[in-house]
């Protein structure tokens, strides 16, 4: 639907179709009939008996709240863009288009500031520039009567590797001997802007050149401080802007800082104390993002005036920065004046009108009405506009809100230039549409159980449905909506509206109704084939097709037939499936095309073969009913088989081996079985045998047995007899040392008689010996 109903527009409703209107007459809608086709476009409500005076449709209002004309004055007062304000009250999703005019005025104030690279390469541009005032102020005189010039200056970072930080260094940083040079710095604000050229000329030749180590300068440093030093600078709230920046170097930017340990990044605030930026080896460099944003913010136009050896740097440095120019600087600056003039008059010729940040869900184009423009979304762009020129240049604006808003606004302006568009928003997001008679009251189309809003009852408590014609009575509302919701779903399938406990159906889209007790069907939604429903050979009924004679298939695709299903025995799908659009639907895991194979079923060689041994040889589990259990197996019993298929070989209860075969037949259980005569069963045991060997183990046994006892009684006993001879020998030892120590005890007894008779002193010494 393009829109909804009006009590829900209160909660900002997003409206997605900007036709949409809505039909305030009573009894528009049909029994049963959503309150939702009051919405539709104007031709089709009237199409349904809508009059003109009954249809609601919101336009875009705008108020043009100040519009002062374009004007100059004496005293550098200008309106260079009208309107200044502007009102909007809008419908969302349908824009609003209008115009804003715009005319460079004559002898607008300029405030020019020049930032000079005094680093030790530009000491000749120096000595030209100290002699420029004369000369610059006669080319601003050409374009006002309200001009003022400034100077800054700037090297880089005063830190390692940018600058020499040896303290002599510092403090003289040019050549030796060069003895006007002043001490390395970052940026220093030298002269505030002044219309007196003498102030200038005389502030300008106390200046002198310093110096560092790297090519590249501080340049963006300056520049940020230029922007954002609005008091120190004395920029003009009423003037054009503009930076001239003069080098021969490249620049550092956001990063670079991480060379000399910085890593703070820069914060786009004035840091400005005895004209020093003092956070200079505190603060990365910006980045060229924080330097445009100040820029465009702060209204500043820059000029980049550099040697031809960087200006393909510059000029890419310019694409990224709003409205600035990049010119060619001779090699001692004396075309800086020419350079200067030419640059401006490309900046004033072309007007660039955009916009600040855009509340969300609110769209801008621009259109510009001149001869060199650019259409585009975030900005309007006319080229070769002459100052003075009679005719203004306009700008056709649209906006869109896409949803409901109040008190949102943006600002449109001029790029460079003061002048501002204030632009509010507000949308119509509430249905406006007049009640029959005071709200609250009873009204006869409520059967005086409700009151009308917008064409629709209200009822009362108590009563319910689209004219408030039931009344609840004992039952609460919650338990009469819940006997229209199926399975604790939605309320009548989201199709129709519960009313007295019952569910009352919508139309569906096509004209036709949803049906069923709780909507959930219709016969519009089925399944399409070649593009049409139930392929044109049936009728959808509750969202199923049913298909003529003939015709089947979920969306009746196919023609009845079962041709291509039939086997060679003239079956359809072997019994085992049904044959749908022509083709076999298998069941329990059999394939295609007809239902013969079933790769993942279980062998039947194993299922079938307590059946095979009751039908061929009467034993087995099934024995005593075999004729029932196995119904399904017809069987004969041959010498010779003479089926094809494979061969089955398994044991029976006997631990016998039967071999046969089966044949699957039609169905998905029959079968016809070929059942060999002759089972394989093993010759009876030879019990004599067993016997005799089991005797003849035991006799073994027992003869190991005694051996080994035999054995151990052996070994004890030549342990005792190897024991009983080592006493022997120690017996027989004892006493042969016996009788040889009586031995020795003769023998020196009887040398000591023979030794009495000798003298006294001698056998006393041979008795000692």
């Not at 917008?454 to 408590?461: P, V």
């Not at 019994?575 to 083709?583: A, F, H, I, L, P």
């Not at 001879?725 to 120590?741: L, P």
Request: net charge negative.
């Amino acid at each position: 639907m393009c829109c909804t109903l009006p009590f829900l527009f209160e909660k900002n409703f997003r409206l997605l179709i900007k036709e949409c209107s809505y039909c305030n007459k009573q009894n528009f809608t049909k029994a049963g009939e959503q309150d939702a086709v009051r919405c539709n476009t104007r031709a089709n409500l009237i199409r349904r008996g809508c009059k003109e005076n009954e249809i609601i449709s919101p336009l875009n209002k705008l108020n043009i709240a100040k519009d002062d004309p374009l004007s100059a004055s004496e005293n550098g007062q200008v309106v260079q863009m009208r309107p200044q304000k502007i009102d909007l009250d809008l419908r969302p999703g349908l824009p609003v288009s209008f115009n804003v005019s715009f005319k460079a005025a004559e002898g607008h104030p300029v405030d020019l500031y020049y930032l000079m690279d005094l680093s030790y390469s530009m000491k000749d541009d120096l000595a030209n520039v100290k002699v420029l005032g004369t000369d610059l102020f006669a080319a601003l005189r050409k374009i006002t009567n309200h001009a003022r010039i400034g100077f800054g200056a700037f090297v880089d970072k005063t830190v390692l590797p940018y600058t020499n930080t040896n303290k002599e260094k510092l403090l003289k940083p040019c050549d030796e001997n060069d003895q006007q040079c002043q001490a390395a710095f970052g940026y220093r604000h030298v002269l505030s802007l002044t219309p007196n050229k003498n102030d200038f000329e005389a502030e300008v030749k106390k200046q002198f050149i310093s110096g560092n180590l790297d090519s590249p300068e501080g340049s963006l440093d300056a520049m940020m401080q230029a922007a954002v030093c609005e008091d120190k600078i004395g920029w003009n709230s009423n003037s054009t802007r503009l930076i001239v920046l003069t080098t021969d170097a490249g620049f550092h930017m956001a990063g670079d800082g991480k060379l000399a340990g910085i890593l703070e990044p820069n914060d786009e605030q004035c840091h400005m104390e005895n004209n020093l930026y003092v956070k200079s080896t505190e603060m990365d460099y910006p980045s060229v993002g924080q330097l445009a944003t100040q820029l465009e913010k702060n209204r500043i136009q820059t000029i980049f005036a550099v040697t031809q050896n960087v200006e393909s740097v510059y000029k890419e440095l310019s694409k990224m920065i709003p409205k600035s120019e990049v010119g060619v600087l001779s090699s001692d600056s004396k075309n800086v004046v020419e350079l200067i003039e030419k640059a401006y008059n490309a900046l004033s010729s072309k007007v660039t009108i955009t916009h600040d940040s855009l509340p969300e869900n609110v769209r801008v184009v621009y259109r510009p009405i001149c001869s060199h423009g650019e259409k585009s979304e975030n900005q309007g762009v006319c080229d070769q506009v002459r100052v003075g020129d009679e005719v203004s240049v306009i700008f056709e604006i649209t906006v869109t809100a896409d949803l409901c808003m109040e008190n949102k606004f943006f600002t449109i302006s001029p790029r460079g230039i003061k002048d501002t568009l204030t632009v509010t928003i507000n949308t119509t997001c509430k249905c406006q549409c007049d009640t029959a008679g005071p709200i609250g009251d009873p009204h006869p189309h409520c059967n005086n159980s409700g009151s009308i809003s917008c064409g629709i009852c209200r009822c009362n408590k108590g009563h319910v449905g689209q004219f408030c014609n039931c009344k609840i009575g004992d039952k609460d509302e919650h338990t009469l909506r819940a006997s229209c919701q199926k399975d604790n779903g939605t309320e009548c399938e989201g199709r129709g509206d519960c009313v007295c406990g019952r569910c009352e159906c919508h139309n569906t889209d096509s004209g036709s109704q949803y049906y069923g007790p709780y909507c959930e069907c219709d016969d519009d939604h089925c399944e399409k084939f070649q593009n049409q429903q139930c392929g044109g050979k049936g009728k959808c009924k509750c969202g199923k097709c049913d298909c003529n004679p003939g015709f089947e298939g979920s969306a009746c695709q196919c023609k009845t037939s079962d041709e291509a299903c039939r086997t060679i025995n003239n079956s359809v799908c072997n019994g085992r499936g049904s044959c749908k659009c022509n083709q076999c639907e298998c069941r329990g895991g059999y394939q295609r095309p007809h239902c013969l194979e079933c790769p993942g079923c279980t062998d039947p060689c194993q299922t079938k073969v307590n059946c095979i041994e009751c039908l061929g040889f009467e034993s087995g589990p099934f024995k005593k009913n075999c004729s029932e259990a196995c119904k399904t197996i017809s069987s004969k019993i041959v010498e010779k088989f003479t089926f094809t298929s494979k061969e089955c070989k398994q044991k029976d209860s006997e631990g016998c081996w039967m071999t046969f075969k089966l044949v699957q037949l039609v169905g998905e259980d029959n079968y016809e079985a070929e059942i060999r005569k002759q089972r394989e069963c093993p010759p009876p045991p030879n019990f004599i045998a067993i016997i005799g060997g089991s005797i003849a183990a035991v006799a073994l046994i027992g003869i190991l047995l005694l051996m080994l006892i035999k054995l151990l009684l052996y070994m004890k006993d030549l342990k005792e007899f190897k024991k009983f001879e080592n006493e022997k020998k120690k017996s027989k030892w004892a006493e042969v040392r016996h009788h040889s120590e009586l031995f020795v005890q003769t023998e020196i007894a009887v040398t000591h008689f023979r030794l009495v008779s000798l003298d006294s002193d001698c056998v006393v010494v041979l008795v000692s010996c």
